[in-house]
Protein backbone atom coordinates (compact mmCIF):
# COMPACT_ATOMS: atom_id res chain seq x y z
CA UNK A 1 0.00 0.00 0.00
CA UNK A 2 2.95 2.21 0.95
CA UNK A 3 5.08 1.68 -2.39
CA UNK A 4 1.81 2.61 -4.73
CA UNK A 5 1.78 6.32 -3.02
CA UNK A 6 5.98 6.63 -3.55
CA UNK A 7 6.09 5.24 -7.07
CA UNK A 8 4.50 8.62 -8.02
CA UNK A 9 5.93 10.84 -5.63
CA UNK A 10 9.71 9.46 -6.76
CA UNK A 11 8.56 10.51 -10.61
CA UNK A 12 7.62 13.91 -9.35
CA UNK A 13 10.99 14.58 -7.63
CA UNK A 14 12.49 12.80 -10.43
CA UNK A 15 11.25 14.99 -12.97
CA UNK A 16 11.48 18.29 -10.61
CA UNK A 17 15.52 17.51 -10.60
CA UNK A 18 15.66 16.86 -14.07
CA UNK A 19 14.19 20.01 -14.30
CA UNK A 20 16.59 21.91 -12.21
CA UNK A 21 19.92 20.21 -14.10
CA UNK A 22 18.78 21.88 -17.01
CA UNK A 23 18.29 25.23 -16.22
CA UNK A 24 21.56 24.93 -14.01
CA UNK A 25 23.20 23.63 -17.17
CA UNK A 26 21.34 26.28 -19.63
CA UNK A 27 22.28 29.34 -21.92
CA UNK A 28 21.89 32.28 -20.46
CA UNK A 29 19.82 35.21 -21.97
CA UNK A 30 22.25 38.23 -22.19
CA UNK A 31 20.61 41.76 -21.69
CA UNK A 32 20.77 43.59 -25.05
CA UNK A 33 20.13 47.32 -25.27
CA UNK A 34 16.97 48.68 -27.11
CA UNK A 35 16.82 49.05 -30.99
CA UNK A 36 17.32 52.89 -32.31
CA UNK A 37 13.86 52.70 -33.96
CA UNK A 38 14.08 56.23 -35.82
CA UNK A 39 12.94 56.63 -39.47
CA UNK A 40 15.29 55.77 -42.10
CA UNK A 41 14.92 58.23 -45.07
CA UNK A 42 17.03 58.79 -48.26
CA UNK A 43 18.86 62.23 -48.59
CA UNK A 44 20.19 63.89 -51.60
CA UNK A 45 23.31 66.46 -50.62
CA UNK A 46 23.04 70.58 -51.67
CA UNK A 47 24.66 71.10 -54.89
CA UNK A 48 23.44 74.79 -56.48
CA UNK A 49 24.25 74.69 -60.10
CA UNK A 50 23.43 76.27 -63.72
CA UNK A 51 20.60 75.31 -65.22
CA UNK A 52 18.50 76.41 -68.67
CA UNK A 53 14.94 76.91 -67.66
CA UNK A 54 12.27 75.38 -70.51
CA UNK A 55 8.66 75.37 -70.58
CA UNK A 56 6.30 72.72 -72.19
CA UNK A 57 3.41 73.37 -74.08
CA UNK A 58 1.55 71.55 -77.33
CA UNK A 59 -0.02 72.71 -80.47
CA UNK A 60 -1.03 71.99 -83.29
CA UNK A 61 0.71 72.85 -86.79
CA UNK A 62 -1.10 75.04 -89.46
CA UNK A 63 0.88 76.91 -92.56
CA UNK A 64 1.68 80.49 -92.19
CA UNK A 65 -0.02 81.40 -95.32
CA UNK A 66 -2.99 80.25 -96.80
CA UNK A 67 -5.33 81.50 -99.22
CA UNK A 68 -8.31 80.85 -100.98
CA UNK A 69 -7.62 80.06 -104.50
CA UNK A 70 -10.23 82.49 -106.74
CA UNK A 71 -11.09 82.97 -110.69
CA UNK A 72 -11.01 86.76 -111.43
CA UNK A 73 -13.04 85.55 -114.69
CA UNK A 74 -16.04 83.40 -115.41
CA UNK A 75 -16.18 80.91 -117.84
CA UNK A 76 -15.18 77.08 -119.07
CA UNK A 77 -12.67 75.49 -117.47
CA UNK A 78 -10.14 74.18 -120.53
CA UNK A 79 -7.53 72.58 -118.80
CA UNK A 80 -6.24 72.13 -115.25
CA UNK A 81 -2.73 71.42 -113.91
CA UNK A 82 -2.00 67.67 -112.13
CA UNK A 83 -0.91 69.89 -109.22
CA UNK A 84 -4.27 71.34 -108.51
CA UNK A 85 -5.80 68.04 -106.46
CA UNK A 86 -5.92 67.32 -102.95
CA UNK A 87 -2.00 67.20 -101.28
CA UNK A 88 -0.31 68.37 -104.79
CA UNK A 89 2.44 70.66 -104.19
CA UNK A 90 2.97 73.68 -107.05
CA UNK A 91 5.64 76.61 -108.04
CA UNK A 92 5.34 79.89 -107.90
CA UNK A 93 4.34 81.21 -111.10
CA UNK A 94 2.43 77.48 -112.18
CA UNK A 95 -0.53 78.32 -114.31
CA UNK A 96 -3.05 75.76 -111.72
CA UNK A 97 -6.31 76.71 -114.45
CA UNK A 98 -6.98 77.94 -118.00
CA UNK A 99 -10.52 78.77 -118.56
CA UNK A 100 -11.68 79.40 -122.28
CA UNK A 101 -10.57 82.86 -123.53
CA UNK A 102 -12.58 82.95 -126.30
CA UNK A 103 -15.01 85.76 -125.29
CA UNK A 104 -12.05 87.66 -123.66
CA UNK A 105 -9.88 87.37 -127.19
CA UNK A 106 -13.27 88.97 -129.10
CA UNK A 107 -13.44 91.76 -126.18
CA UNK A 108 -9.89 92.62 -126.43
CA UNK A 109 -10.30 92.96 -130.27
CA UNK A 110 -12.97 95.40 -129.55
CA UNK A 111 -11.07 97.12 -127.35
CA UNK A 112 -8.75 97.72 -129.63
CA UNK A 113 -10.76 98.45 -132.51
CA UNK A 114 -12.22 100.85 -130.38
CA UNK A 115 -8.80 102.31 -129.32
CA UNK A 116 -7.93 103.25 -133.21
CA UNK A 117 -10.99 104.41 -133.98
CA UNK A 118 -10.31 106.76 -131.04
CA UNK A 119 -7.07 107.54 -132.15
CA UNK A 120 -8.46 108.82 -135.99
CA UNK A 121 -11.14 110.77 -134.17
CA UNK A 122 -8.53 112.56 -132.15
CA UNK A 123 -6.30 113.15 -134.94
CA UNK A 124 -8.93 114.59 -136.97
CA UNK A 125 -10.27 116.70 -134.41
CA UNK A 126 -6.83 118.41 -133.43
CA UNK A 127 -6.94 119.27 -137.70
CA UNK A 128 -10.67 120.64 -137.41
CA UNK A 129 -9.32 122.42 -134.14
CA UNK A 130 -6.16 124.20 -136.13
CA UNK A 131 -7.98 125.06 -138.93
CA UNK A 132 -10.42 127.08 -137.23
CA UNK A 133 -7.59 128.71 -135.02
CA UNK A 134 -6.36 129.98 -138.45
CA UNK A 135 -9.38 130.84 -140.03
CA UNK A 136 -10.12 133.04 -136.38
CA UNK A 137 -6.58 135.09 -137.41
CA UNK A 138 -8.02 135.77 -140.25
CA UNK A 139 -11.37 136.77 -139.06
CA UNK A 140 -12.83 134.37 -141.28
CA UNK A 141 -14.69 132.06 -138.73
CA UNK A 142 -17.51 132.50 -136.45
CA UNK A 143 -17.02 132.16 -132.31
CA UNK A 144 -19.23 129.39 -132.53
CA UNK A 145 -17.48 127.25 -135.04
CA UNK A 146 -14.47 127.94 -133.13
CA UNK A 147 -15.96 126.79 -129.28
CA UNK A 148 -17.04 123.65 -131.48
CA UNK A 149 -13.65 122.41 -132.97
CA UNK A 150 -12.51 122.92 -129.23
CA UNK A 151 -15.23 121.16 -127.86
CA UNK A 152 -15.24 118.13 -130.33
CA UNK A 153 -11.02 118.15 -129.61
CA UNK A 154 -11.93 117.98 -125.64
CA UNK A 155 -14.34 115.31 -126.61
CA UNK A 156 -11.71 113.06 -128.69
CA UNK A 157 -9.58 113.21 -126.44
CA UNK A 158 -11.82 111.73 -123.31
CA UNK A 159 -12.69 109.26 -125.91
CA UNK A 160 -9.29 108.25 -126.72
CA UNK A 161 -8.36 107.80 -122.62
CA UNK A 162 -11.43 105.87 -122.22
CA UNK A 163 -10.51 103.36 -125.18
CA UNK A 164 -7.17 103.24 -123.86
CA UNK A 165 -8.67 102.08 -120.14
CA UNK A 166 -10.41 99.94 -121.79
CA UNK A 167 -8.17 97.76 -123.69
CA UNK A 168 -6.31 97.42 -120.60
CA UNK A 169 -9.13 95.94 -118.74
CA UNK A 170 -9.83 93.96 -121.53
CA UNK A 171 -6.12 92.53 -121.73
CA UNK A 172 -5.96 92.08 -118.19
CA UNK A 173 -9.66 90.20 -118.49
CA UNK A 174 -7.74 87.92 -120.79
CA UNK A 175 -4.51 87.53 -118.86
CA UNK A 176 -6.95 86.36 -116.58
CA UNK A 177 -8.17 83.17 -117.60
CA UNK A 178 -4.79 81.54 -116.74
CA UNK A 179 -4.84 81.41 -112.94
CA UNK A 180 -0.90 81.70 -111.59
CA UNK A 181 -0.22 80.09 -108.40
CA UNK A 182 0.79 83.37 -105.94
CA UNK A 183 3.61 81.19 -104.30
CA UNK A 184 5.65 77.59 -103.40
CA UNK A 185 2.67 75.70 -101.77
CA UNK A 186 -0.02 73.01 -101.72
CA UNK A 187 -3.20 72.50 -102.03
CA UNK A 188 -5.58 71.87 -99.45
CA UNK A 189 -8.39 71.19 -100.84
CA UNK A 190 -10.00 71.39 -104.47
CA UNK A 191 -13.69 72.05 -106.21
CA UNK A 192 -13.08 72.33 -109.65
CA UNK A 193 -12.55 69.82 -112.51
CA UNK A 194 -12.15 69.84 -116.64
CA UNK A 195 -15.37 70.95 -118.05
CA UNK A 196 -16.67 72.77 -115.34
CA UNK A 197 -18.13 76.45 -115.37
CA UNK A 198 -16.17 78.64 -112.80
CA UNK A 199 -17.93 82.40 -112.25
CA UNK A 200 -15.53 85.23 -110.96
CA UNK A 201 -14.55 86.02 -107.32
CA UNK A 202 -15.93 81.98 -106.58
CA UNK A 203 -13.35 79.83 -104.72
CA UNK A 204 -12.22 76.91 -106.59
CA UNK A 205 -9.50 75.65 -104.00
CA UNK A 206 -7.41 76.10 -100.74
CA UNK A 207 -4.07 76.46 -101.06
CA UNK A 208 -1.43 77.20 -98.23
CA UNK A 209 2.43 77.75 -98.94
CA UNK A 210 5.13 75.77 -97.61
CA UNK A 211 8.06 77.94 -96.93
CA UNK A 212 6.98 78.19 -93.59
CA UNK A 213 4.74 76.27 -90.95
CA UNK A 214 3.45 77.64 -88.17
CA UNK A 215 2.36 75.77 -84.01
CA UNK A 216 0.32 78.07 -81.80
CA UNK A 217 1.46 77.36 -78.27
CA UNK A 218 -0.55 78.35 -75.55
CA UNK A 219 1.52 79.24 -72.23
CA UNK A 220 0.06 79.90 -68.57
CA UNK A 221 0.85 83.57 -67.89
CA UNK A 222 2.88 82.56 -64.83
CA UNK A 223 5.17 80.39 -66.84
CA UNK A 224 6.56 83.55 -69.69
CA UNK A 225 8.66 84.52 -66.22
CA UNK A 226 11.26 81.71 -67.38
CA UNK A 227 11.31 83.12 -71.24
CA UNK A 228 12.95 86.16 -73.11
CA UNK A 229 9.96 86.76 -75.49
CA UNK A 230 9.09 90.00 -77.48
CA UNK A 231 6.31 91.21 -75.50
CA UNK A 232 7.12 94.64 -76.06
CA UNK A 233 6.92 96.96 -79.24
CA UNK A 234 11.11 97.42 -79.57
CA UNK A 235 10.91 99.13 -82.85
CA UNK A 236 12.41 97.49 -86.51
CA UNK A 237 16.21 98.76 -85.08
CA UNK A 238 16.51 96.34 -82.24
CA UNK A 239 14.63 92.89 -84.07
CA UNK A 240 13.59 90.20 -81.06
CA UNK A 241 16.18 87.41 -80.57
CA UNK A 242 14.80 84.30 -81.52
CA UNK A 243 13.91 81.98 -78.65
CA UNK A 244 14.38 78.25 -79.64
CA UNK A 245 11.82 75.64 -79.58
CA UNK A 246 12.35 71.65 -79.95
CA UNK A 247 9.16 70.54 -81.84
CA UNK A 248 8.86 66.33 -81.16
CA UNK A 249 5.81 64.45 -82.56
CA UNK A 250 5.23 60.94 -83.13
CA UNK A 251 4.45 59.95 -86.79
CA UNK A 252 4.58 56.38 -88.60
CA UNK A 253 5.58 54.69 -85.18
CA UNK A 254 8.68 56.80 -84.30
CA UNK A 255 9.70 59.66 -82.35
CA UNK A 256 10.70 62.29 -84.51
CA UNK A 257 12.29 65.84 -83.70
CA UNK A 258 12.32 69.01 -85.71
CA UNK A 259 14.06 72.73 -84.67
CA UNK A 260 12.04 76.18 -85.03
CA UNK A 261 12.35 79.60 -83.36
CA UNK A 262 9.63 81.00 -81.26
CA UNK A 263 9.12 84.11 -83.15
CA UNK A 264 5.96 86.42 -81.90
CA UNK A 265 2.88 86.66 -79.13
CA UNK A 266 -0.56 87.00 -80.24
CA UNK A 267 -2.42 89.75 -79.63
CA UNK A 268 -3.86 89.03 -76.38
CA UNK A 269 -3.91 87.11 -72.84
CA UNK A 270 -7.01 84.71 -73.30
CA UNK A 271 -8.78 86.30 -70.04
CA UNK A 272 -10.78 82.64 -69.22
CA UNK A 273 -7.81 80.52 -69.50
CA UNK A 274 -4.89 83.29 -68.69
CA UNK A 275 -2.58 81.62 -71.47
CA UNK A 276 -0.88 83.99 -73.81
CA UNK A 277 -0.66 82.46 -76.95
CA UNK A 278 3.29 82.09 -78.62
CA UNK A 279 3.53 81.05 -82.72
CA UNK A 280 6.33 78.66 -83.54
CA UNK A 281 8.05 78.94 -86.50
CA UNK A 282 9.85 75.70 -88.88
CA UNK A 283 11.42 76.63 -91.96
CA UNK A 284 11.15 74.43 -95.21
CA UNK A 285 8.88 72.08 -93.36
CA UNK A 286 8.64 70.02 -96.51
CA UNK A 287 12.06 69.51 -97.41
CA UNK A 288 13.46 66.30 -97.15
CA UNK A 289 16.03 65.01 -94.23
CA UNK A 290 17.06 61.91 -94.11
CA UNK A 291 14.27 59.21 -93.05
CA UNK A 292 12.15 62.22 -90.58
CA UNK A 293 8.91 62.77 -92.15
CA UNK A 294 8.04 66.28 -93.21
CA UNK A 295 6.33 68.59 -90.59
CA UNK A 296 2.94 68.14 -91.77
CA UNK A 297 -0.01 70.99 -91.50
CA UNK A 298 -2.29 69.24 -88.61
CA UNK A 299 0.48 67.44 -86.93
CA UNK A 300 0.14 67.31 -83.10
CA UNK A 301 3.39 68.40 -81.64
CA UNK A 302 5.21 68.61 -78.04
CA UNK A 303 7.20 71.70 -77.88
CA UNK A 304 10.14 72.39 -75.40
CA UNK A 305 11.18 76.31 -75.03
CA UNK A 306 14.35 77.13 -74.62
CA UNK A 307 14.38 79.65 -71.69
CA UNK A 308 16.62 81.88 -69.29
CA UNK A 309 19.87 80.29 -67.60
CA UNK A 310 19.38 80.50 -63.97
CA UNK A 311 22.57 80.19 -61.76
CA UNK A 312 23.09 78.79 -58.41
CA UNK A 313 19.70 76.81 -58.48
CA UNK A 314 19.42 73.55 -56.44
CA UNK A 315 17.05 70.77 -58.20
CA UNK A 316 15.18 68.97 -55.83
CA UNK A 317 12.60 66.11 -56.59
CA UNK A 318 9.02 67.63 -56.38
CA UNK A 319 8.87 65.07 -52.94
CA UNK A 320 11.41 66.87 -51.24
CA UNK A 321 8.81 69.62 -50.77
CA UNK A 322 6.58 69.86 -47.57
CA UNK A 323 3.53 72.19 -48.86
CA UNK A 324 4.57 75.32 -50.64
CA UNK A 325 8.02 76.49 -49.55
CA UNK A 326 9.48 73.95 -46.90
CA UNK A 327 11.81 71.56 -47.01
CA UNK A 328 13.54 68.76 -44.30
CA UNK A 329 17.05 69.23 -44.00
CA UNK A 330 19.06 66.58 -42.11
CA UNK A 331 21.70 67.80 -39.91
CA UNK A 332 25.03 66.19 -38.65
CA UNK A 333 23.14 65.00 -35.85
CA UNK A 334 20.67 62.35 -37.25
CA UNK A 335 17.97 65.32 -36.41
CA UNK A 336 15.30 66.84 -38.74
CA UNK A 337 15.24 70.36 -39.05
CA UNK A 338 12.50 72.58 -41.37
CA UNK A 339 14.09 75.17 -43.89
CA UNK A 340 11.90 77.82 -45.50
CA UNK A 341 13.55 78.48 -49.14
CA UNK A 342 12.80 80.57 -51.75
CA UNK A 343 11.37 77.95 -54.60
CA UNK A 344 12.02 79.56 -58.56
CA UNK A 345 9.48 76.93 -59.91
CA UNK A 346 7.68 73.87 -59.33
CA UNK A 347 7.89 71.52 -62.40
CA UNK A 348 6.24 68.41 -63.19
CA UNK A 349 9.03 65.91 -61.00
CA UNK A 350 11.16 68.40 -60.16
CA UNK A 351 11.39 71.61 -57.88
CA UNK A 352 14.08 74.12 -58.85
CA UNK A 353 15.02 76.20 -55.33
CA UNK A 354 17.43 79.46 -55.96
CA UNK A 355 17.65 80.27 -51.76
CA UNK A 356 17.20 78.55 -47.86
CA UNK A 357 19.75 76.04 -48.28
CA UNK A 358 23.74 76.10 -48.16
CA UNK A 359 26.27 74.21 -50.17
CA UNK A 360 26.71 70.42 -48.82
CA UNK A 361 23.21 70.70 -47.06
CA UNK A 362 21.46 67.30 -46.74
CA UNK A 363 17.38 67.51 -48.23
CA UNK A 364 15.25 64.92 -46.99
CA UNK A 365 13.68 63.70 -50.29
CA UNK A 366 11.81 60.60 -48.20
CA UNK A 367 8.23 60.80 -47.50
CA UNK A 368 7.29 60.85 -43.22
CA UNK A 369 4.65 61.17 -41.69
CA UNK A 370 4.04 63.10 -38.70
CA UNK A 371 7.70 64.87 -38.95
CA UNK A 372 8.15 67.55 -36.06
CA UNK A 373 11.20 69.50 -36.04
CA UNK A 374 14.26 68.16 -34.01
CA UNK A 375 13.12 64.29 -34.98
CA UNK A 376 16.48 61.92 -34.49
CA UNK A 377 15.85 59.96 -38.31
CA UNK A 378 18.63 57.50 -40.22
CA UNK A 379 19.88 58.35 -43.31
CA UNK A 380 20.38 55.40 -45.98
CA UNK A 381 23.86 55.78 -46.84
CA UNK A 382 23.76 53.62 -50.22
CA UNK A 383 20.89 55.90 -51.29
CA UNK A 384 22.18 59.37 -49.84
CA UNK A 385 25.66 58.64 -52.42
CA UNK A 386 23.09 57.68 -55.38
CA UNK A 387 20.77 60.76 -54.99
CA UNK A 388 24.38 62.64 -54.70
CA UNK A 389 25.40 61.60 -57.92
CA UNK A 390 22.26 61.22 -59.82
CA UNK A 391 22.20 65.03 -58.83
CA UNK A 392 25.71 65.82 -59.99
CA UNK A 393 25.19 64.09 -63.32
CA UNK A 394 22.13 65.58 -64.44
CA UNK A 395 22.29 67.98 -67.32
CA UNK A 396 21.37 71.20 -66.44
Known sequence: MMGRFLAPLAVVIGGFGVAALIYATGP???????????P?????????????????????VVPRTESELIPEASGRVLEMSPSLVSGGFFAKGEVLLRIDPLDYEVALEQARAQLARATSDLADARKDNKRQRDLAKRQATSDAQRDASI???????????????????????????????????RVRAERVDVGQFVNRGAPIATIYAVDFAEVRLPIQDDELAFLELPLMNEGASSPPRPVPVTLRARFAGAQHEWQGEIVRTEGELDPRTRMVVVVARVASPYVKQG??????????????????????????????????RRVFVVGDDGKLRFREVDVLRVARDEVYIRGGVERGERICVSPIEGAVDGMAVRVSRQDHVAERVASERSPS
Open 40 to 60: LVRVMDVVPRTIQLRVSAHGT
Open 291 to 324: DRPPFSVGLFVEAEITGAEANEIVVVPRAALRGD
Open 151 to 185: NRLNVAEAVLQEARALLSRAERNLANTEVIAPYDG
Open 28 to 38: RVEPQPAENLA
